[in-house]
């Protein structure tokens, strides 16, 4: 199993450039997510998947969009990419079980720089 | 306001040496809690996830304590290794959603030789 892949690992863009981040895990999980990671801050979600087919906003969505085609698969589109999205990005993958969320497992990152 | 607060912000200790790391949590309803384990430019690593109904969990030399009424965990790491140079996420879940993850802003812990 590769786990959770995430590409690029790094990207430089351009205020106002769009561009997509890739996802994809192979462990059959149906839960997937991205995460923004800054300094000094926890990581904030941005979107999430419950399944193919459903997305659902997190706490800071704006300038984001998301789409679950195939369990596998979970890319993160920036629209019009702007300062204030340079981070580090992760995606995360988990299953149900029981009465919760299992642990989660993260891919590598991505860091994005926009001038 | 849901939050996680972990201290000290950062740690250095000497390899061999045990420490602690605390989070305190202002949660609600309270679901479970999780230990992550974050090395440099890697994505976070799952080390104990604790329900309410559980007081300790153990995961090699890291040993997590919970304790609901006081709303507050501690991470303990026994003799330590140069490879446990890493940030410590502490991550409280209410209602048991998915997306109701509250992450603290971790514990960087440095040891050295």
């Known amino acids: 199993n590769a786990g959770v892949t995430q590409t690029p690992k790094f990207q430089v863009l351009k205020t106002g450039q769009s561009m997509t981040l890739q996802c994809a895990q192979d462990?059959?999980?149906?839960?997937m997510s991205w995460y923004r990671q800054d300094p000094g801050m926890g990581l904030r979600l941005i979107h999430y998947?419950?399944?193919?087919?459903?997305?659902d906003q997190g706490e800071v969505p704006n300038g984001y969009n998301v789409s679950r085609s195939t369990t596998e698969d979970f890319p993160l589109r920036l629209l019009s990419a702007a300062p204030s999205q340079t981070s580090v990005y992760f995606c995360?993958?988990?299953?149900?079980?029981?009465?919760?969320?299992?642990?989660?497992?993260f891919g590598p990152g991505t860091r994005l720089t926009v001038l | 306001k849901n939050q996680v607060e972990q201290s000290p912000q950062s740690l250095i200790i000497l390899e061999g040496k045990n420490c602690t790391l605390q989070?305190?949590?202002?949660?609600?309803?309270?679901?479970?809690l999780r230990w992550y384990k974050q090395d440099t430019g890697r994505g976070p690593v799952s080390l104990t996830i604790?329900?309410?109904?559980?007081n300790t969990k153990s995961n090699g030399r890291y040993t997590a304590t919970l304790d609901a009424d006081t709303k507050q965990s501690s991470l303990h790491i026994t003799a330590s290794q140069l490879s446990d140079s890493a940030s410590y996420i502490c991550?409280?879940?209410?209602?048991?959603?998915?997306?109701?993850?509250?992450f603290g802003a971790g514990t960087r812990l440095a040891v050295h030789p």
């Open positions: 995360a993958s988990s299953f149900r079980q029981g009465s919760f969320y299992n642990e989660q497992f």
């Open positions: 462990m059959n999980h149906e839960y």
């Open positions: 991550v409280v879940s209410f209602s048991g959603g998915y997306n109701k993850l509250i």
């Open positions: 998947s419950v399944g193919a087919g459903i997305t």
């Open positions: 989070c305190n949590y202002t949660v609600s309803p309270f679901s479970n």
């Open positions: 604790m329900t309410f109904s559980e």
